[in-house]
């Protein structure tokens, strides 16, 4: 597993947009799926967008348009682009990583999750 470390989250206006960054230690090669969740309070917890090693991206149809995943393997780092914010993408966001792609019951299986940031869509 490796640590992963989230940045960029903040409050901004509702239309406006943010991009979270995800650093992740260790071997970031052999990672060869990464993606992002998030959580409302009172919500169930969301798979938000999905990269894996060849580039293959997924998202959920409620950001699907307005966000986007990407990763560097030069600088070991994820980023999630998200544009046109809704008060409702107000959530924490997780980075998640796993080096094998394992699906059960239709979801990815992440092994390895980062501390959380904070993301408040103000209307």
């Known amino acids: 597993q490796v640590q992963l470390v989230e940045s960029g989250g903040g409050l901004v206006q509702a239309g406006g947009s943010l991009r979270l960054s995800c650093e992740a230690s260790?071997?970031?090669?052999?990672?060869?799926?990464m993606g992002w969740y998030r959580q409302a309070p009172g919500n169930q917890r969301e798979l938000v967008a999905v990269?894996?090693?060849?580039?293959?991206?997924h998202y959920a149809d409620s950001v699907k348009g307005r966000f986007t995943i990407s990763r560097d393997n030069a600088k070991n780092t994820q980023y999630l682009q998200m544009n046109s914010l809704k008060p409702e993408d107000t959530a924490v966001y997780y980075c998640?990583?796993?080096?094998?792609?394992?699906?059960?019951?239709?979801?990815?299986?992440?092994?390895?999750w980062g501390q959380g940031t904070q993301v408040t869509v103000s209307s």
């Open positions: 998640v990583a796993n080096e094998v792609i394992q699906i059960v019951s239709g979801v990815p299986v992440f092994g390895s």
């Open positions: 260790g071997n970031f090669a052999a990672i060869n799926i």
């Open positions: 990269i894996t090693s060849d580039g293959s991206t």
